[in-house]
C-alpha cells in the first residue's frame, strides 16, 4: 500500500525504514525533469539532482504543506541549477539561465507565444511608477525572498511598508496584464497608474 504524502514526509521525518527511499522514488522523475530542462552537462545534472534531495532531506521538517510537495522541490531544483550556473560563470545572468532552457518538445509557435507573454510582462512592469517598479524588479531577481530593509532603503520607504508596496505593485501589475489581454496584441496601451 502506498503511504500519502504526509504521511511519507512524516515517516521521514521519524527515520522509519524506507520512507525516504520511498520518497526519493517518488519525486525523482519530476526532479529530473526540472533539472534536464537546462542545457548542463551530463554530471551538473547528476549534483544538481542530489543536490537538491540533500537540501530537501535538510529543510523536509519546515514543509507546511505536503500537498504542495512538489513545488517545493520543484523551486529546490531550479535553485541547484542557478547554483551551478553561478558557480561556474561568476555572477548569475538571467538571461544566460533563460538561454540555458532546453525546450525541444516545445514548437515554434509555444517559444514564440512564450516570447510574447514574456514581453506583455516587461512592458507592464516598465510602465508601472518608480516604487513598485523597483519593488517588482527586487521580488522577481530574488525569486521571491526580498530583503525588506536592503529595499526600503532603496526606495526610502519604512521597511514595514514594503509587503503593502509589493502587494500594489503585483496588483498593478496583474490589471494592467488584464486590460493588455483585453485590448489584444499591438494595440494602443491604455492602462493608467
Known amino acids: 500500500m502506498t503511504r500519502n504524502t504526509a504521511d511519507l514526509v512524516a515517516d521521514c521525518l ?3 525504514d524506507g520512507a525516504w527511499n ?3 522514488d517518488r519525486h525523482a522523475g519530476l526532479v529530473w525533469m526540472v533539472i534536464s530542462r537546462y542545457d548542463l552537462p551530463a554530471h551538473d545534472r547528476g549534483e544538481a539532482f542530489h543536490a537538491t534531495f540533500a537540501a530537501g532531506w535538510t529543510n523536509l521538517a519546515a514543509v507546511r504543506n505536503t500537498d504542495r510537495i512538489h513545488l517545493w522541490l520543484t523551486r529546490i531544483a531550479r535553485n541547484e541549477v542557478y547554483r ?17 532552457v532546453a525546450t ?8 514564440l507565444r512564450a516570447l510574447e507573454v514574456a514581453h506583455e510582462v516587461r512592458a507592464a512592469i516598465a510602465e508601472l511608477p518608480q516604487p513598485y517598479r523597483a519593488t517588482l524588479e527586487n521580488y522577481l531577481a530574488t525569486e521571491g525572498k526580498i530583503d525588506r530593509h536592503k529595499l526600503a532603503k532603496e526606495l526610502n520607504i519604512e521597511p514595514g511598508s514594503v509587503r503593502k508596496t509589493k502587494a500594489r505593485a ?10 493588455f489581454t483585453e ?7 491604455t492602462v493608467s497608474p
Request: proline share 6%; charged share 30%; aromatic share 4%.
Open 104 to 111: 525541444p518538445e516545445r514548437g515554434p509557435e509555444e517559444r
Open 183 to 189: 485590448q489584444g496584441p499591438g494595440a494602443q496601451r
Open 14 to 16: 521519524h527515520l522509519v
Open 22 to 24: 520511498e520518497f526519493v
Open 84 to 100: 551551478l550556473f553561478r558557480d561556474q560563470r561568476g555572477e548569475i545572468d538571467v538571461t544566460q539561465v533563460q538561454n540555458a
Open 170 to 179: 503585483l496588483q498593478m501589475l496583474r490589471d494592467r496584464l488584464i486590460a
